[in-house]
């Protein structure tokens, strides 16, 4: 059978392959209404030493995501705090929850608040969905996890590992690997692994729909259908 057949399987294909593609355009991305670069290795560094929820699949608070929209806005600064502001400010009118501020404790200023919060809540749900989505897409060429075997040691940082295999393979400075798109990273070491004829497993997001018709097909089959 055509794999390219199995429902959806063709469209996710297109999908992993045109986010591939995009980021070597060196083009913002459009996330929830708010203008965002491609994740480099130096944001996905501060992201994790803040333990950011994004990256650990928890649910961020309100500010929380004002510190990722900031952090990989086009205008980010370290020093600017005008543009820090304007994001939060953006935010805070956006999906912040409101504050009550009624003159009369009435049951239809009560009613209103209510209703207000409950629109924010949607709207904060929906910039969670679509930042989850990009960080799901910065990550769909990692390496697959391997089984846990319990605690093992680490010797260097991610940020090590990578610095030192794009020095070795492409002689690249710390500071290039450290302002390249994760989105890039993870393709160079997969077309290394593939170029070395590795025994690692490369993997793609399409194969879950794979794998789940499968599982389909297969259960049906038990069942006698």
Known sequence: MDVLKIPGYAEAVAREQLVRDAVFLGLTESVAGFELVPMTLRQLTALRLAHHPLLRGATPSPQDLVNFLWLLSPGYSISSDSGRRRIEKRCRKGFFPPRYLALWNTAKARRRHAEKA???????????AALR??????????PPASASKGFV?????????FCAFTGRNYGWSMEETMSCPIKILFQCLNEAKRNANSRV?????SDRVKSAWMRDINTRRTRGH
Do not use: G, H
Request: proline fraction near 6%; charged fraction near 30%; charge should be negative.
């Open 118 to 128: 409950a629109l924010r809540m949607e709207k904060a749900a929906k910039v969670i």
């Open 133 to 142: 989505c990009y960080v799901d897409e910065t990550f769909q060429d990692s």
């Open 153 to 161: 040691e680490d010797y260097f940082s991610d940020a090590a590992f």
């Open 201 to 205: 497993p490369l993997c793609n997001p």
